[in-house]
């Protein structure tokens, strides 16, 4: 499975991007997709998961109620949906695939086989 992520850029605090990532391969309505992101100088970070049927989805704490994630399994892509953008939600925001069926195993970036490059995401305060 190879990802290819956009959808990132400048804006103001409180504004909203969708970020897309889209994935090449046959298989990728058997996997798991995830979200992860990487602020300069931290370690990378859980954002969302949303399993292979679409049926069931995981968020970070600090993103809760402001960060949806969705699939659509026919066109290969999977979003992430941000809105009430802060300052600290800058990061480099990276797409995954991950093979497992256990939800909890989605918050760990080693669960995940496949990475998209990353799209860039600077909020302004």
């Known amino acids: 499975v190879q990802l290819q992520a956009c959808g990132g850029g400048l804006v103001q605090a409180g504004g909203s991007l969708r970020l897309s990532c889209a994935a090449s391969?046959?298989?990728?309505?058997?996997?798991?997709m995830g979200w992860f992101r990487q602020a300069p100088g931290k370690e990378r970070e859980f954002v969302a998961a949303?399993?292979?049927?679409?049926?069931?989805?995981y968020y970070a704490d600090s993103v809760k109620g402001r960060f949806t994630i969705s699939r659509d399994n026919a066109k290969n892509t999977v979003y992430l949906q941000i809105n009430s953008l802060k300052p600290e939600d800058t990061a480099v925001y990276y797409c995954a695939a991950s093979p497992y069926m256990d939800g909890s195993y989605y918050y760990y970036a080693h669960r995940y086989d496949y990475w998209g490059q990353g799209t860039q995401v600077t909020v302004s305060s």
């Open positions: 949303i399993r292979w049927s679409g049926g069931m989805t």
């Open positions: 391969g046959r298989t990728f309505s058997s996997y798991a």
